[in-house]
T-cell receptor, first 112, second 113 residues
Framework: RKEVEQDPGPFNVPEGATVAFNCTYS??????FFWYRQDCRKEPKLLMS???SGNEDGRFTAQLNRASQYISLLIRDSKLSDSATYLC?????????????FGKGTKLSVIP | SAVISQKPSRDICQRGTSLTIQCQVD?????MFWYRQQPGQSLTLIAT?????????ESGFVIDKFPISRPNLTFSTLTVSNMSPEDSSIYLC??????????FGSGTRLTVV
């Protein structure tokens, strides 16, 4: 099983739609979880951290299910500017927890 | 979050040559990380660069191929040595000043011909 696995997509959705991305991770000892956004030909940028209780930032909601080793990202009321690749990121246990493992990303295209 | 200046932003190099990529951070950081992102792939950690000690390389990456310098707490270089077309990739430096998330440089897009 890959360390971090995501559906590569692409997800093509109309403006205003709600879209959900899923991610699974293999190491049950992982403690930190993130969603990053990467625009075409740009570096990844932190979108949000994912907390055990779930967390929301505007139109974005992240959920963590430790028992299932599953992370999700929900985007409501999609905007054209949300078009990007969304990377699921999990810390690598040990090594001071500073090292991260990245999924391959899920590509989202929001269509007018 | 930290501001990272990475250069060059892109380069086209002949096989067999070497390229040195520089990263400058706007504040002192303990650890800097170097990643590679091959086309259509996720980011893969190459090595962790600590100031005052040798870099720690991940499985599949060796110092002879990817020598790293970390002369102070705001600067690091990664050299891609004896390049082949398989080294064509995006190389990214990153830092974290807290145990949550990274900030990345803008990346170096390398093409080896």
């Amino acid at each position: 099983r890959k360390e971090v696995e995501q559906d590569p997509g692409p997800f093509n959705v109309p403006e205003g739609a709600t879209v959900a991305f899923n991610c699974t991770y293999s190491n049950s000892a992982s403690q930190s979880f993130f969603w990053y956004r990467q625009d075409c030909r740009k570096e990844p940028k932190l979108l949000m951290s994912v907390y055990s209780s779930g967390n929301e930032d505007g139109r974005f909601t992240a959920q963590l299910n430790r028992a299932s080793q599953y992370i999700s990202l929900l985007i409501r009321d999609s905007k054209l500017s949300d078009s990007a690749t969304y990377l699921c990121v999990v810390n690598r246990p040990g090594a001071g927890s500073y090292q991260l493992t990245f999924g391959k990303g899920t590509k989202l295209s929001v269509i007018p | 979050s930290a501001v990272i200046s990475q250069k060059p932003s892109r380069d086209i190099c002949q096989r067999g040559t070497s390229l040195t990529i520089q990263c400058q951070v706007d504040s002192q950081v303990t650890m800097m990380f170097w990643y590679r992102q091959q086309p259509g792939q996720s980011l893969t950690l190459i090595a962790t660069a600590n100031q005052g000690s040798e870099a720690t390389y991940e499985s599949g990456f060796v110092i002879d191929k990817f020598p790293i310098s970390r002369p102070n707490l705001t600067f690091s270089t990664l050299t891609v040595s004896n390049m082949s077309p398989e080294d064509s990739s995006i190389y990214l430096c990153s830092v974290t000043r807290e145990p949550r998330g990274y900030t990345f440089g803008s990346g170096t897009r390398l093409t080896v011909v």
